[in-house]
């Protein structure tokens, strides 16, 4: 039995672990699961490569911020409920904080100066993805069969843009591996994931996500609180892939509705890109633009709602899904999804990635650095991160 103390340990350890890793994690969700996989597979070693890549598979494909999910699982993996909470809250935080300011005026972000770090983070972003690439590739593409599977998945989100492609290659990936995979070796034992999450308590949570999913447009129009949980609910329930794919239905809700203008709209997106953390927080932006609302008062309502339907449905699925990867068929189905997340990871360090920030031989050079720093040198990632963003200042911006 986890005496209070060592149970306090570890609640602070996940806290203080995914506090750095918002202070320091630019370059949008792809780069999110490479700065975790170095955080937690290869430096803390809390999982194993495989067990890691079965829980960014499942957060695929739920609905929600895929790598907030992932670390919100983390969380609850290592220390129970609060642990996932403090995981979120640490993660979420810093860049939350720096959009409201920037909502309330308190921050811009211009200058030459502030242009090259911008640049040299999205620098370091492809220097993140390509070593979680490298890694990943060694340990879930070992074989020419789920080498294929990967090379299939990056054709298949190349040629269906959009989480569409993703949850395509996805499943695609596992009826391949539930087919060509079988006679690899097993998933030991030791590799299952304990999530302090029952039954009963799964289907609560799932029953929560439906419910609220239901009652909240009918209870919308009684008080203004209420439809702003509404709308930022419904934008993070029914969006799949996260990040960016949130905004068109965000801007249905708060442009089209009229609650904040289009120039606003796009002046928080231009700075959700210039800080740490998920792209979700772009909802505290937005919630303190919104009229007739108390800045920090909108910017928590319209944070939480966005978050909260993926964790509830990432509770309802992980006590189910911790028995299912144990089963025969279950493990090679996952072998093939494992793989065919590689070529996601692949694809995507080409486009958005490579595109946006590998903008001349300059950055090509420094995202170089960066990754050798990372395989080679093995220096930590946030020092790799601060060292590219500085040298970004000083490389030419085309």
């Known amino acids: 039995m986890v005496d209070q103390t060592q149970a306090r340990g570890r609640i602070g350890e996940v806290f203080w672990a995914f506090l750095a890793l918002g202070l320091t994690s630019f370059g949008g969700p792809v780069a999110h699961l490479g700065y975790f996989r170095t955080a937690f597979v290869e430096r803390r070693q809390w999982l194993t490569e495989n067990a890691y890549a079965d829980l960014v598979a499942l957060c695929q494909f739920l609905p929600g911020p895929a790598s ?3 670390g919100f699982a983390l969380g609850l993996m290592r220390a129970g409920p609060w642990g996932a909470a403090m995981a979120w809250l640490a993660f979420t935080l810093p860049s939350a904080i720096v959009l409201v300011l920037f909502a309330l005026g308190a921050a811009v972000l211009d200058g030459p100066i502030a242009s090259g770090i911008i640049h040299g983070l999205k ?5 993140i993805v390509a070593h979680a690439v490298w890694g990943m590739a060694r340990n879930l593409c070992p074989d020419q069969t789920r080498a294929g599977i990967a090379l299939a ?30 006679d690899s070796a097993a998933v030991s034992a030791s590799e299952s994931l304990y999530f302090p999450v029952t039954r009963r308590a799964g289907v609560v949570a799932l029953g929560l996500f439906g419910g609220l999913l239901i009652l909240l447009p009918l209870l919308a129009g009684s008080a203004g609180w209420l439809n ?5 609910y419904r934008s993070g329930a029914l969006v799949f892939g996260g990040g960016h794919v949130v905004l068109p239905l965000l801007e249905a809700e708060v442009v089209q509705s009229g609650w904040v203008t289009t120039d606003e709209f796009l002046a928080g997106y231009g700075a959700a890109q210039a800080v740490p953390g998920p792209l979700f927080t772009f909802a505290a932006y937005l919630g303190a633009m919104l009229p007739g609302m108390a800045g920090i008062i909108g910017s928590l309502l319209a944070l939480l709602a966005i978050f909260i339907p993926g964790f509830l449905l990432l509770v309802g699925v992980l006590p189910f899904w911790n028995q299912f990867r144990q089963w025969g068929s279950a493990q090679a189905l996952m072998r093939g999804a494992n793989a065919a997340v590689v ?17 001349g031989p300059y950055a090509f050079a420094l995202a170089l650095t960066g990754f050798l720093l990372l395989t080679v040198w093995k220096l930590p990632a946030w020092l790799v991160v601060a060292l590219v963003a500085i040298a970004g200042i000083f490389i030419p911006l085309q």
């Open 343 to 359: 070529g996601i990871l692949g694809a995507a360090l080409y486009q958005p990635l490579w595109t946006s920030a590998i903008i």
């Open 228 to 232: 702003v949980v509404d709308a930022f």
């Open 123 to 127: 620098v370091v972003a492809v220097a």
């Open 68 to 70: 907030s999910q992932v």
């Open 153 to 182: 998945a990056v054709f298949t989100v190349v040629l269906v843009s959009g989480p569409l492609g993703q949850v395509a290659a996805i499943v695609l990936g596992g009826l391949a591996g539930l087919l060509m995979c079988r």
